[in-house]
């Protein structure tokens, strides 16, 4: 099966994307070489075929920065990474919209409390920008941290969820 490539206008910038079917396999705010590194081997050698929008992503995501926050919690995601980083990742995308979290609360959430600095790794490595809200994780006491896009990218996001 054929993958599929697409690149939304953004409030952010382009955000590109590729997937699946229904399966969003990757999201971010730089380039399409990135995104596609970002794949895993086997989803690599696939055919890619780039596409005005996917199916029900491209407009869950559009839902999203049109003001319903919650929409993009209906989109399927799949990226490779190491055991602890997979349970990150599934932490982070059960992170309401409008809320924050310390990387040390995503280390627990993920099983291992004292792995906080691995929680900012997952964060960093996590391929699928937006989709899995690596942008509402912060340091303890709430200062923003960082984010691969700039903080004035995660800054915006939060303020679009109402977390800030």
């Not at 952010?12 to 081997?41: F, M, Q, R, V, W």
Request: some cysteine; proline content about 3%.
């Amino acid at each position: 099966m054929t993958l599929l490539l697409t690149t939304l206008s953004t409030p952010l910038g382009n955000l590109n994307l590729i997937a699946d079917e229904h399966i969003l396999l990757g999201a971010n705010l730089s380039t399409l070489k990135a995104l596609k590194e970002s794949l895993s081997a086997e989803d690599a050698m696939r055919e890619i075929k780039s596409v005005s929008k996917i199916p029900v992503i491209t407009d869950l995501i559009n839902d999203y920065f049109d003001g319903d926050i919650s929409a993009i919690n209906a989109i399927q995601v799949r990226q490779p990474g190491a055991h602890f980083s997979q349970a990150a990742w599934k932490a982070m995308k059960k992170v309401k919209a409008g809320s924050v979290i310390s990387y040390g609360e995503l280390a627990e959430r993920a099983g291992s409390p004292a792995a906080v600095r691995a929680a900012g790794s997952a964060c960093a490595k996590n391929a699928i920008v937006l989709v899995v809200p690596c942008h509402r994780i912060v340091k303890t006491g709430g200062a923003l941290g960082n984010y691969a896009y700039g903080l004035n990218k995660k800054e915006w996001l939060l303020h679009h969820e109402g977390a800030l």
